[in-house]
């Protein structure tokens, strides 16, 4: 796919330099020069359509090799960081490698996340999800600010959320088998950055 981009490429500049070379020998009356001046303007929107398909096509395979360290799930793909950050710290990492915070959003999701924490990253850590209530105490949304339809808080022995004001970041905790819990944003937890597939 990326070859047929750069192939395409490489026949629109071939195009474009002879279409350059024929209207500076054919200059001697104004349609030839207008005519001309049309073909290569859409020769230029033909090479930026060109380079956004293959600015794309390496984004895509860029984002393969990504998950290709991590896992996938249907949607999308979950890599693990061990290193243990505050929630804005490990939520900026992820999108400054072109994803979000994991957010699971079925108890599917919530089951292949905590297996693949509790492989990569230790069966008593913890990581931060993409849920906060930061705006609204007691409405927590995800990374987008949309209403989180699926919760997995641990209800039984702590009944989370329970931190009030001073708990507005959720975690996965493998020692809970998966259950949420809130935390103070400034504690340093692991995380998973979820990215989006085709």
Request: charged residues 25%; hydrophobic residues 35%.
């Amino acid at each position: 796919m990326e070859f047929r981009g750069v192939r395409v490429l490489l026949c629109v500049l071939f195009l474009a330099h002879t279409t350059l070379q024929q209207s500076s020998t054919k200059k001697k009356n104004g349609k030839k020069e207008s005519a001309n001046s049309v073909a290569i303007e859409e020769l230029r929107k033909k090479i930026d359509e060109i380079m956004l398909e293959l600015n794309l096509l390496k984004e895509r395979q860029a984002l393969q090799t990504v998950c290709l360290k991590g896992i996938k799930v249907p949607g999308k793909c979950f890599l693990a960081d061990p290193v243990k950050k505050s929630y804005h710290v490990a939520s900026d990492d992820c999108i400054m490698k072109g994803g979000t915070l994991s957010t699971p959003l079925n108890s599917d999701e919530n089951d292949q996340l905590y297996a693949y924490v509790r492989q990569t990253i230790g069966p008593e850590e913890h990581i931060w999800l993409g849920v906060n209530d930061m705006v609204k105490e007691g409405d927590w949304v995800d990374k987008s600010g949309n209403t989180v339809r699926f919760k997995n808080w641990e209800t039984a022995v702590t009944h989370q959320p329970d931190g009030g004001r001073s708990q507005n970041c959720a975690i996965l905790s493998n020692p809970a088998n998966g259950k949420w819990f809130d935390e103070s944003c400034r504690a340093e937890k692991a995380s998973v950055c979820e990215f989006n597939i085709v």
